[in-house]
Every structure is written in C-alpha cells, then in structure tokens.
C-alpha cells in the first residue's frame, strides 16, 4: 500500500514538472530562433531573418520581441504601402509591418516596447509624406518614452514638415481661386466680345436683307429724307427771292410819272 502511494507521488510529481520543462523548451526554441534572426539581419539577409523570426512566433506566438524584429526585417525589405490590389497590400511587406507595430504599440506589455512601435510607425508615415499622422506617433512615443532624443528629433522634423506642406497647400488653394476668378473675367469679356460681334454680324445681315428686298436701312432713310429737306428748303428760298422781286418791279410801276 506505501509502494502504491509512493508511486502516485511520483507521478503526481513528474505530471506537475512537465509543464515547466515544455514552456522552459519553448522559450529556449523561442531565443535560438530569434538570435538565428538577429544575425541573419546583421549580415543584411533579411528575407531569411524574417524566416527565423516567424519560427520564433510558431514556438511563441506572444512574443513581443520576435514581433517586433520581424516587423523591423520587413521594414528593410522595402516596398511602398500604397497599392491598388487588395492581395497586394496584404502581401506588402510594409504593410505586414504596420500591422504588427500597431498591434504592439496597443498591447505590449512593456512601455518601452510600445514606444519603439509608435516611434516605427512614426517613420513610416513620415516617409510616406503623412506629416500629421508621423506627429501623434513620435509624440505617444515620447509620453511612454520622454528620454528618446530621437523620438524628439524626428518630432520636430515633422513639425516643420507639416507646416510647409500646409503652408504648400494654402498657396495652392489661392492660386486656385485667382485663376478661378481670372477665367471668371476673361470668360466675361469673351461673352461680351462675342455678343458685340454677334450683334454687328445681325444688323450687317438686317442691312443685305433689306438691300436685297430693294428697301433701305435706317441710315439710308434719313440721307433720303434730309436731301429731300434740303432740296424743300432751296425751292422756298427761290420762291421767296422770286416774290420780292416782282414786289420791287410792282412799286416802280406806281411811282413813275407821266
């Protein structure tokens, strides 16, 4: 019967060791593959690093650092975020990148791991001309991080980035306005050019129908009426001269003596 409950103990003892020994070779696997990882970076291999780092991950999938390396060995590999096949971004290896910074930026457990994320995540938006976006990253990794003098450099690199591309874009907006206004006066004078031209070709074409119908244009009646006017004038003017001379000759008749 003490043999029995000797050999219970045993068991009890060996079932309750095996766990700690399982986690213990899964932290060990774990470190062998994430410094597998870190020298294959070194030597610029980033493709194969990545490969080291996503076995640290298979063994560990919490590893905060494994994560973080593998993000950054999909930063060195390259490649633009933007793309216009969904396939495509999900395979991007920025993109793939961001994804795990902001998952570590949220839910690391360390400060200065979330620091490190939002300072990455910072760099990509500046590098993609996000100027606005890379200020509240470098400015959350300074909350968690207030020594990262790179973190506050690139801060006010930002900064200044920002200001000129508003600043770009004001000018841009304004100069869009003026030539809106400009064309505004130039369609303006064009209108008033055409109408004034439209306006002469209508009473050009009033003028050859009129012509052509044998009549005549207002200019026309007023010549015809004024010579007329002139013509009625010189004929009361001889008529006039005409009665005073017959006046004359009519008074020297009646004043001759006989």
Same mark, same amino acid.
């Given at each position: 019967?003490?043999?029995?409950?000797?050999?219970?103990? !045993?068991?009890?003892?060996?079932?309750? #060791?095996?766990?700690?020994?399982?986690? /213990?070779?899964?932290? $060990? $696997?774990?470190?062998?593959?994430? @410094?597998?990882?870190n020298a294959l970076f070194h030597a610029k291999r980033y493709a194969e690093a990545e490969v080291e780092y996503n076995k640290a991950l298979e063994?560990?999938?919490?590893?905060?650092?494994?994560?973080?390396?593998?993000?950054?060995?999909?930063?060195?590999?390259? *490649?633009?975020?933007?793309?216009?096949? /969904?396939?495509?971004? /999900?395979?991007?290896?920025?993109? @793939?990148?961001?994804?795990?910074?902001?998952?570590?930026? /949220?839910?690391?457990?360390?400060?200065?791991?979330?620091? $490190?994320?939002?300072?990455?995540? *910072?760099?990509?938006?500046?590098? #993609? &001309?996000?100027?606005?976006?890379?200020?509240? !990253?470098?400015?959350?990794?300074? @909350?968690?991080?207030?020594?990262?003098?790179?973190?506050?450099?690139?801060?006010?690199?930002?900064?200044?980035?920002?200001?000129?591309? &508003?600043?770009?874009?004001?000018?841009?907006?304004?100069?869009?306005?003026?030539? $809106?206004?400009?064309?505004?006066?130039?369609?303006?004078?064009?209108?008033?050019?055409?109408?004034?031209?439209?306006?002469?070709?209508?009473?050009?074409?009033?003028?050859? &129908?009129?012509?052509?119908?044998? *009549?005549?244009?207002?200019?026309?009646?007023?010549?015809?009426?004024?010579?007329?006017?002139?013509?009625?004038?010189?004929?009361? &003017?001889?008529?006039?001269?005409?009665?005073?001379?017959?006046?004359?000759?009519?008074?020297?008749?009646?004043? @001759?003596?006989?």
């Open positions: 019967m003490q043999r029995i409950k000797y050999v219970l103990m !045993c068991l009890l003892v060996l079932l309750a #060791s095996m766990p700690a020994q399982a986690v /213990e070779k899964s932290v $060990k $696997k774990e470190r062998n593959h994430i @410094r597998a990882g063994v560990a999938p919490t590893s905060e650092a494994a994560k973080f390396n593998l993000a950054t060995a999909l930063l060195m590999q390259g *490649g633009n975020a933007a793309g216009d096949d /969904e396939k495509d971004k /999900e395979n991007n290896p920025v993109n @793939r990148a961001v994804k795990l910074l902001q998952d570590l930026s /949220e839910h690391a457990t360390q400060k200065s791991m979330r620091s $490190k994320a939002h300072y990455d995540l *910072g760099n990509i938006s500046y590098a #993609s &001309q996000q100027y606005q976006q890379a200020v509240d !990253c470098y400015k959350k990794a300074l @909350r968690l991080d207030p020594s990262d003098d790179q973190a506050r450099y690139n801060l006010r690199m930002a900064q200044l980035k920002l200001r000129d591309q &508003q600043n770009q874009n004001k000018n841009q907006n304004q100069d869009k306005n003026q030539n $809106k206004d400009k064309n505004k006066d130039q369609d303006k004078n064009n209108q008033d050019k055409q109408n004034q031209q439209d306006k002469k070709q209508q009473n050009n074409q009033e003028q050859n &129908q009129q012509q052509q119908q044998g *009549g005549m244009s207002q200019q026309n009646v007023e010549q015809v009426l004024q010579t007329m006017q002139n013509q009625e004038n010189a004929t009361q &003017q001889r008529v006039n001269m005409e009665q005073a001379k017959q006046k004359q000759r009519e008074r020297a008749r009646t004043n @001759r003596r006989w």
